[in-house]
């Protein structure tokens, strides 16, 4: 069984930091590679970024490398969202996913991500 919660998300001021995180709760131990996805008010889902299985790999939507870092933690099935220099327009439902594909072949595709976290709100004041 696979199960993932995110939390961490909440309100906060622009320019300020928020770390998300997305814990496997399931009995399933197995690695994934992970993406983080967002969805503003009235807007369809975006891609943010994904990491490898072991973590040695992540890539970024353009607009949000050096802002945002995906990091891992396996021994705690978890995988993090830091996010720096909040803008209003990041705004949004924060949700992590899993694909079943391996790095290389996974995308930034939601339609790739099979398993789905319930998502964690993110709203950033101006």
């Known amino acids: 069984q696979v199960q993932f919660v995110e939390s961490g998300g909440g309100l906060t001021q622009a320019g300020e930091s928020l770390t998300l995180s997305c814990a496997n709760s399931g009995s399933s131990r197995t690695t994934y590679t992970m993406g983080w996805f967002r969805q503003a008010p009235g807007k369809e889902r975006e891609f943010v970024g994904r990491?490898?299985?072991?973590?040695?790999?992540?890539y970024y939507e353009d607009s949000l490398e050096g802002r945002f870092t995906i990091s891992r933690d396996n021994a705690k099935n978890t995988v993090y969202l830091q996010m720096n220099s909040l803008k209003p327009e990041d705004t949004g439902v924060y949700f992590c996913?899993?694909?079943?594909?391996?790095?290389?072949?996974?995308?930034?595709?939601?339609?790739?991500?099979?398993?789905w976290g319930q998502g964690t709100q993110v709203t950033v004041s101006s």
């Open positions: 996913a899993a694909t079943v594909r391996k790095w290389l072949d996974a995308s930034t595709n939601e339609n790739d991500y099979i398993y």
């Open positions: 990491i490898s299985q072991s973590g040695g790999s992540t």
